[in-house]
């Protein structure tokens, strides 16, 4: 038992190390847990879905047949649960709608943790058809509720969700379950349709009466830890993004700039008139050199002031 | 013509530069901020005139503030803030030098230094049991060389000495189960009497050896009715109590070991009684007052243990100490109310009839009624006594009172604020300005001449002085009137008393305050307090002929269920426009986004049979609200429970009485979480008025991205049930902080994230597409803050031109809640030296500056921190591309810039709140942070770049035009006579 669990645990950690290297290639630093991503990373690779580690299992199940999963990588440990979904239409009691079934894992650290969630869904009955026809004309919400707590159903109280009847035909009733885990505590149970659900909701009655089911089990994540850093680098601690508290140039010397700005004008606006001069007649050019600095000499004052 | 064009262009190129003030000049203090300090409800007072330079008086608040206050002038000489959970029970003075505090339950006795308030020493004193708490200074005892203070606390009896507070002795005295009353030194003997009850039927009195603390005599008797409660210690060997029935007042003889009761009924006073008889904790010699049928009757014991009736007075009189005379005479003090004003009269202990004392002092109705009363004697010049009262009213107010008039006055209620909002002033027209506070031009010219004067650097200090007086007191911003800017305000705070006043941000004068009736003692509301303000009216549309008012909301009592209070008051008078209540109870206040024709805006109020009810109560509220009906939710929180659940309306309630406005609600769904891993620790939620300015961010390489913006969104913390306790309670492996982004209308977990070895106190804030929240690592031993940011993925696709020039985006389509979100998140934590009591974040109008993070540190300082340093994406090297978007190198703790506390050299003593209003100017945002203390101030967190400073200096600019006008038309005309002698040679 041990080298099985041992060999698979192996093969557990090669696929966490592929994994986490395509989730950290821009970002060498990270130090990602080995612990709880663990499970995650394993029914990832289980279920031949994308590396992302929220999405445990995903079955699509049409109501009468639930699809089979073949592959098996659970210890000893494992134990079948079940426990049932049950809908209310509008302000209605509560009556059954179907199960979840799962298989309970034992981790050898002590914690539990459900896996492969199947969902079977009871066919809707006539009166059925005819509250949701109904709540779909008032724009009313169905609702539906799981216990808490998957052991000792209903937990401490159930957990509920609900949802704009509108939302959910399309071709059938589709739907769409995330179920946030915490052991065997149900969290929270997200439920709505699939995709979008535009506002303002359009009236649409399904061709079928049958539901379509996608369920994802989903357990939290670890956050990031604090980036530790040697000396060399905590050196360059923002102290260089910071800019110094100083007045900038502007503020400090406009004064002194706007006399010395228009001095160069002035400077350049004689010049310009002294070249159309120098065009005109060439004498004179003595005297007119005489009040440019004449003027020059003005600004000068200016500035002292 | 072209060069007055340059000139032109010259002065532009001046107006668009900015002046950068990331943090304020040292010239600046006091210029866009102010500072007021408070010290709370005053509930003991010690004076200390005799024989000190500096007349002082010693106070001990409800804000667990002990101050030392200037008795002429009621400025604070020093005060400590001591911390939440240590409450001051007793002050004295001891050797005419040290301040003795005896605080948290009775386990620490300090000393502080009469002139300077540094603490001398501080010893704590041990004890198992709870008990009442005395302390007791005795003046001319000493054991060996050491004068001596006596304690009993924790049902022991301690003497201290009061040099260095070494514990001398201690004698355990109430093993049975006891509780001392009373501590009775007769003085120059060697015996302290300890007086007490056990089990409110058994008189004790204990005789111990003051030397030793030995216990010399002990002796009891049983006086089998029991009493009602404590006993009042009427003279060394008197006291008289009630008996449990509350009919019949017992005196108790007690000398040297014998006791004897003497029971009189209270019927039998001769006065016509009827209703249970309550005794007033008075410390009057001889006599004492009981409160029958709503008045205060004055009762006098004669030696023999006989009563007497002394007078009848109304049932809101205030009662001082007995104070001693010198010779052996004892006076006290007693204020009446009158119509807006009050009565002292101060009397001798043993003439009844006789006045000291009598004056009548006016005193605004605002104040309500005096609760407690200090008194104090001095030597008048003709030799005889004069005497001064200080005065706590119901609004929490001090005042000094002497001869007959109000020598100064505290406005204490503001150290125990409780809400704040904001509303804008009056627009300026003819009639409506407050303040006259226009100057003319000759002295605009004088004021702009001397700043001109300071940039040149030729003031002389005493100009330099002007300069800042100027500055200081520039009347254009205390106008009552509303500013192009938007930087004069009025801040609207609710006190612990109940009532209400409007500071103006300008310079953080009262403008007006109002006393609510509605939130004051009343028959049919016995603790009533005030919950939250809401923005009732905020007219832009009818500017002029609505003002803007804001709904009080409070509730009777402590409990949940207990009826609420509603009122409303207008901001620009301080006048209540309506009021209601006591009516159903209150749990929850929802401003919904909905106005009517004279913007009054909706409210849904929650009661604990989990109705809810639309206010106003109009036909037009009721049908914009029908309208709304579906897309109305909200979500409750079961801190206990661990339940979060979701609410809709319902329908209309069946009620006996048919009201229209009152709405069942219904579940939508709910969250559980395990009580076993997870306890509820903070929420944090979007504030609903927010400016979010831009939806997408675009990164450095060219790609977008779009924030996930919506106002339902709800941050939660968890911690493990056993790291609910102090920080090192329990080790890094049993404790977590889970945190959650959580939908409110579908109650959708959007974001749930496991920081394992850390735990609260958590301090969370949610702005735009972010939150961030501030706990504590075990692991690390440090503090931390982290990050989320979440992204909305849905709407990548848009980034496709061909389908935004075809319509086919979905950015301008309505969002809605129900459509399943493809969010991203992005987290990062880093280290951060300080202990947070407040964290906020500042808003501007529109919602383009970036953000500041404003942290309320540990040691009562508001600290800004750029949201830049808590990016999500920050990296160790980021490309050229990533530091021009302006992303930082990471680093693994956030750096504290000293330059960046916004509350510079000053403390916001016992910071409670911090809360923040966007200007008009989009650059500037206004900051009020509040606690014991108070402080204003105007930030820019990304410098003015909209606007010039104040201290623009208008007149050189004017002068150096006029100046260069001059200069052109000179060099005109020179050039033109030059041109002309060139003509004519």
Same mark, same amino acid.
């Given at each position: ?105 034992? /981790? ?171 065009? %005109? ?25 | ?32 901020? /102010? ?28 804000? %667990? ?12 000489? /020093? ?66 060389? !050491? ?66 603390? #030995? ?75 009981? #409160? ?15 009563? #007497? ?153 005493? !100009? ?82 609505? %003002? ?397 770049? !909209? ?26 005309? /020179? ?11």
């Amino acid at each position: 038992m041990s080298t099985r669990y041992s060999s698979s645990l192996k093969f557990l950690f090669l696929s966490i190390l592929v994994v986490n290297f395509s989730l950290s290639v821009s970002k060498s630093f990270a130090f990602q847990s080995d612990e709880l991503l663990a499970d995650d990373e394993e029914f990832g690779i289980e279920g031949g879905r994308s590396a992302d580690p929220a999405v445990l299992t995903r079955t699509i199940s049409s109501p009468p047949a639930i699809r089979k999963r073949s592959s098996d990588l659970g210890s000893d440990t494992d134990s079948k649960i079940q426990f049932s979904l049950e809908h209310a239409f509008g302000d209605s009691d509560f009556s059954s709608a179907g199960t979840f079934s799962a298989r309970l894992k034992t /981790w050898s650290h002590g914690g539990q943790t459900l896996t492969k969630l199947r969902f079977s869904r009871n066919g809707l009955s006539e009166t059925e058809k005819e509250n949701l026809k109904k709540l779909l004309e008032g724009d009313d919400f169905y609702r539906i509720r799981v216990p808490s707590n998957v052991f000792t159903p209903p937990g401490r109280e159930y957990i509920v969700s609900s949802v704009k009847a509108r939302c959910l035909p399309r071709d059938g009733l589709d739907e769409h379950f995330m179920i946030h885990m915490e052991g065997v505590n149900i969290l929270a149970i997200n439920y709505g349709s699939p995709g979008s659900c535009p506002y303002p909701r359009q009236l649409k009655i399904p061709a079928k009466w049958s539901f379509k089911s996608h369920t994802v089990l989903k357990n939290g994540e670890q956050a990031p830890r604090t980036p530790v850093f040697t000396e060399e680098v905590v050196g360059e601690n923002g102290e260089g993004e910071v800019p110094p508290p100083e007045r900038p140039f502007w503020a400090k010397y406009w004064m002194y700039l706007i006399p010395l700005g228009l001095i160069v004008m002035n400077a350049i606006t004689q010049a310009m008139n002294m070249a159309e001069e120098q065009g %005109n007649g060439q004498p004179g050019t003595q005297t007119q050199q005489a009040v440019a600095g004449a003027q020059r000499g003005q600004p000068t004052a200016v500035r002292r002031r | 013509m072209n060069i007055v064009f340059r000139v032109f262009l010259l002065l532009l190129t001046i107006f668009s530069s900015s002046y950068p003030t990331l943090c304020i000049y040292e010239d600046q203090v006091g210029h866009m901020d /102010w500072h007021q300090q408070y010290i709370g409800k005053v509930k003991h007072a010690v004076f200390h005139t005799q024989k000190a330079a500096r007349k002082r008086v010693v106070v001990s608040t409800e804000e %667990n503030v002990v101050a030392s206050l200037d008795l002429r002038r009621g400025e604070i000489f /020093w005060r400590h803030v001591l911390g939440p959970n240590d409450v001051i029970d007793a002050i004295d003075i001891a050797l005419g030098k040290y301040v003795i505090t005896l605080s948290s339950g009775g386990t620490i006795l300090r000393a502080w230094n009469l002139p300077d308030g540094q603490m001398i020493w501080e010893s704590t004193l041990s004890g198992s049991t709870p008990s009442k708490l005395l302390l007791s200074i005795p003046t001319n005892l000493k054991i060996g060389k !050491d004068d001596v203070i006596f304690v009993y606390s924790s049902g022991c009896l301690n003497a201290v000495a009061s040099i260095d507070g070494e514990v001398i002795w201690k004698n355990e005295l109430t093993s049975e189960g006891g509780d001392v009353q009373q501590l009775i030194y007769p003085e120059g003997t060697d015996i302290i009497y300890a007086i007490g009850l056990v089990g409110l039927a058994q008189f004790d009195a204990y005789q111990i050896n003051v030397k030793t603390g #030995e216990l010399l005599k002990h002796s009891s008797m049983v006086f089998p009715p029991g009493f009602s409660g404590d006993l009042l210690f009427i003279t060394s060997n008197i006291a008289v109590g009630l008996d449990s029935t509350g009919s019949i007042l017992v005196a108790v003889h007690f000398q040297d070991g014998a006791i004897s009761f003497h029971q009189t009924r209270v019927s039998e006073l001769g006065w016509d009684f009827s209703g249970p008889a309550v005794m007033l904790p008075t410390k009057l010699t001889g006599m004492f007052a009981l #409160e029958i049928n709503k008045s205060i009757v004055f009762i006098k014991v004669t030696n023999e243990g006989k009563l #007497e009736v002394l007078d009848t007075l109304g049932h809101s009189t205030a009662v001082s100490e007995s104070l001693y005379l010198s010779e052996g005479q004892q006076a006290f003090g007693l204020v009446q109310q009158g119509d807006g004003k009050i009565i002292l009269t101060m009397k001798l202990g043993n003439d009844w009839t006789n006045n000291l004392l009598q004056e009548t002092i006016q005193m605004d109705y605002q104040r309500g009624i005096a609760q407690k009363v200090f008194i104090n004697t001095y030597v008048r010049t003709d030799r005889s006594y004069g005497f001064r009262a200080l005065i706590v009213m119901e609004d929490h107010s001090l005042f000094l009172l002497q001869q007959g008039e109000i020598v100064w006055s505290r406005e204490d209620g503001l150290a125990s604020i409780t809400d704040v909002m904001v509303s804008e002033l009056p627009v300026e027209k003819d009639g409506v300005s407050v303040a006259k506070v226009e100057h003319n031009l000759f002295e605009w010219l004088k004021g702009h001449l001397l700043k001109l004067k300071g940039t040149l650097m030729i003031a002389t200090p005493d !100009d330099v002085a002007a300069i800042q007086k100027m500055r200081l007191q520039s009347s254009e911003k205390s106008k009552m009137t509303r500013d192009h800017n938007g930087f004069r305000k009025l801040l609207i705070v609710l006190t612990r008393a109940g009532k209400l006043l409007a500071l103006h941000t300008g310079d953080g004068r009262i403008v007006w305050s109002l006393l609510l009736d509605s939130l004051r003692k009343s028959e049919t509301c016995q603790n009533p307090r005030g919950l939250s303000l809401h923005q009732w009216q905020d007219p832009h549309h009818h500017v002029l002929d609505e %003002n803007p008012s804001v709904l009080v909301v409070g509730r009777c009592d402590y409990s949940t269920d207990s009826p609420g209070v509603l009122s409303i008051v207008d901001t620009y008078t301080g006048q209540e426009r309506n009021h209601m209540g006591p009516t159903h109870s209150i749990t929850r206040v929802i401003p919904l986004p909905f106005t009517d024709s004279v913007e009054q805006r909706l409210h849904l109020l929650l009661d604990v049979n989990r109705q809810a009810r639309l206010y106003p109560r109009s036909n037009e509220a009721l049908d914009i609200f029908q309208r709304e009906l579906g897309n109305i939710y909200w979500y409750s929180a079961d801190v206990d429970e661990g339940i979060l659940k979701g609410h809709a309306v319902q329908n209309n309630c069946i009620l006996e009485i048919a009201d229209s406005y009152c709405f069942n609600t219904r579940d939508l769904w709910s969250i559980v979480l395990p009580s076993e891993s997870e306890k509820i620790i903070a929420t944090a939620t979007r504030n609903s008025i927010e400016a979010v300015h831009t939806q997408a961010k675009v990164t450095s390489d060219q790609e977008v991205m779009y924030k996930y913006i919506s106002k339902n969104l709800l941050f939660l913390a968890t911690v493990a049930p056993k790291a609910v306790g102090p920080i090192g309670s329990v080790t890094p492996e049993e404790s977590w902080l889970v945190v959650y982004v959580i939908d409110t209308v579908t109650g959708r977990i959007l974001h749930r994230m496991t920081h394992h070895g850390s735990q609260g106190p958590v301090r969370a804030v949610f702005s735009e597409n972010w939150v961030v929240y501030h706990y504590f690592n075990l692991k690390a031993h440090r503090y931390e803050m982290s990050v989320i940011e979440i992204y909305d993925q849905s709407r990548l696709e848009n980034k496709d031109i061909l389908k935004l020039l075809l319509g086919k985006h979905n950015l301008s389509s309505p969002i809605t809640a129900y459509s399943r979100p493809e969010v991203i998140t992005k987290s990062q934590s880093y280290f951060f030296t300080h202990s947070l009591k407040t964290l906020a974040v500042t808003s501007t109008a529109k919602g383009i500056t970036s953000k500041q993070l404003l942290l309320g540190t540990i040691g009562d300082q508001v600290l800004a921190l750029d949201k830049r340093f808590l990016d999500p994406r920050r990296t160790i090297n980021p490309t050229q591309a990533e530091k021009e978007e302006g992303i930082i190198p990471l680093t693994d703790s956030l750096p504290i810039i000293p330059q960046s506390y916004v509350t510079h050299a000053l403390k916001v003593e016992g910071l409670r709140g911090i809360t923040t209003v966007p200007a008009k100017l989009e650059s500037t945002t206004l900051v009020f942070a509040y606690g014991v203390d108070l402080f204003f101030i105007r930030l820019a967190p990304s410098r003015t770049y !909209d606007s010039l400073t104040e201290d623009f200096s208008y007149a050189l600019l004017l002068i150096t035009i006029v100046v260069l006008v001059i200069a052109i038309f000179v060099t005109w005309v /020179w050039s033109e006579k030059k041109e002309l002698q060139e003509k004519w040679r």
